[in-house]
């Protein structure tokens, strides 16, 4: 189907005359390895039912480094299987020591509820109590005292460790006295000051753990980003060795960038990107091509929306079949779309950047964007929505009118060369770092001398001191 719909593409003029690029992405196979030695034969086992007899290259180094005390971050495409690169290892280690805990932060509930239920399914068919919880606002009170006291693995986000965990720490003695491991999922999203008050939150739980006694391996996943190991590092404040060499198989895809033709020549207008996003988005839909369109804001989403309905409303069933989603549904409504996505149920689905990260939704035939998402990382990232392990892909890039999108789409060239953009992060910023220090002095008294992520912090202690926000007594 994808095959007639680019051959249309190039011999129909109103498409073929607005397409400014055109890149072919070739098919890559997979390289595996065999299950390495220290893999508990009962995952062993699990693994063979759901049909892997190999992991892939990326996903075995991954266990072999967990397993020798390093600590690691990922860094592969989108649908590469980076999720067996830490639930393994974590798995494994609390099989063989099942008073071990893990910690998993993920930045958005979605996909902490996905984590949860991959998790608890793997943990019935092991036939073993490995107890997964997530923890964040929606938890019930009743049920948070369990989750202290029992839970192998928690699953929750960089705010409520900030505000919900390190600063009643005392009730989650257990958990820290065992940490062995903590995973950080979607590494590329903590950048700038988001990125740089989760250092410092990082650098909080490291000084719990150990006044507590443990010292946790962290297991760090990105999408593709210029700086994966010196940005972990930062997040981190430790080293990390990168699993960078992705061994999972990709079907072959084409890539196009549109420029919707000018309709006014004099003013240099040129039609709406978004009718020509649903123009392009309807080819794909009506051949029943399962497609994701992505747009950056909601108010666009919903007019696209109602612009594709209205459309199909003469075939009743396709109606059905196109959704919307964004951040402002209800959990229950989300999980629906994701679940139905996932059984090819819904054929086309509008979506703000919610999509972008590593919500479970399967893989997508096709994917139309309208605008630059604004940033190279974020546009290859929507990109690799497209794409089953064998099948041909279709990803098109409609611009708008900004100067930005005029320039990238007759620029591509730009895009190709310049690759991933840098996440960067500055913890050390006066501002954050003295927000973050009075926390951990509520947390724990600083010691005479003692260090916050590495360096002396003497002076703004005394700083903190002399405006009266701390007390010192006895050097503490």
Not at 418 to 432: F, H, M, R, S, T
Request: hydrophobic share 40%; net charge neutral; proline share 5%.
């Amino acid at each position: 189907m994808i095959e007639q719909v680019l051959a249309e593409f190039r011999s129909r003029r109103e498409f073929a005359d607005n397409i400014t690029f055109w890149h072919s992405i070739p098919a890559k196979p997979a390289v595996y390895e065999p299950f390495p030695e220290g893999l508990n034969p009962k995952l062993g086992e699990l693994l063979q039912a759901e049909g892997i007899a190999q992991l892939y290259t990326h996903q075995a180094q991954a266990f072999e480094l967990v397993s020798a005390g390093h600590d690691i971050v990922v860094v592969t495409p989108t649908a590469s299987g980076k999720t067996l690169c830490y639930n393994l290892p974590v798995l494994n280690h609390i099989l063989e020591h099942p008073e071990s805990r893990a910690l998993y932060l993920f930045p958005t509930k979605a996909l902490a509820q996905d984590q949860v239920a991959e998790l608890m399914s793997w943990g019935e068919r092991l036939g073993e109590t490995i107890k997964t919880y997530t923890y964040d606002g929606d938890t019930a009170a009743d049920a948070r005292q369990a989750i202290r006291s029992a839970g192998n693995i928690v699953v929750t986000n960089p705010d409520m460790l900030h505000s919900g965990i390190l600063p009643h720490h005392t009730k989650w003695m257990r958990l820290f006295e065992n940490l062995t491991f903590v995973v950080i999922d979607e590494l590329h999203t903590y950048r700038g000051v988001f990125g740089s008050h989760v250092a410092n939150v990082i650098r909080r739980l490291q000084r719990i753990c150990s006044f507590y006694g443990s010292q946790p391996i962290f297991i760090c996943a990105s999408a593709t980003i210029a700086n994966p190991g010196e940005h972990s590092a930062r997040l981190i404040g430790r080293p990390v060795q990168v699993v960078d060499q992705n061994g999972a198989p990709s079907g072959p895809k084409e890539v196009l960038f549109y420029n919707p033709p000018v309709v006014n020549r004099s003013l240099g207008i040129r039609r709406s990107s978004l009718l020509e996003t649903r123009r392009i988005a309807e080819e794909l839909i009506r051949r029943q091509i399962q497609t994701i369109i992505f747009t950056r804001g909601r108010v666009d989403l919903e007019v696209l929306l109602s612009y594709l309905r209205r459309s199909f409303q003469r075939l009743g069933d396709l109606t059905e079949k196109i959704r919307g989603y964004r951040g402002g549904y209800l959990p229950k409504q989300r999980r629906a779309i994701e679940r139905e996505l996932r059984e090819g149920k819904v054929l086309g689905v509008v979506s703000t950047n919610a999509l972008e990260l590593g919500v479970d939704i399967g893989s997508l035939q096709a994917v139309v964007i309208n605008g630059y998402p604004g940033t190279i990382a974020s546009l290859w990232q929507q990109i690799g929505r497209a794409g089953r392990k064998h099948e041909l892909a279709l990803a098109v890039l409609v611009g708008n009118s900004s100067p930005l999108n005029q320039y990238l789409v007759n620029n591509p060239e730009f895009i190709l060369e310049q690759g991933a953009e840098k996440a960067l992060i500055d913890p050390d910023n006066i501002y954050i770092l003295l927000s973050h220090l009075k926390c951990a002095a509520f947390e724990l008294p600083f010691k005479a001398g003692e260090q916050f992520g590495g360096r002396n912090v003497a002076e703004y202690l005394d700083f903190l001191v002399e405006q009266q926000v701390l007390r010192l007594v006895e050097q503490r």
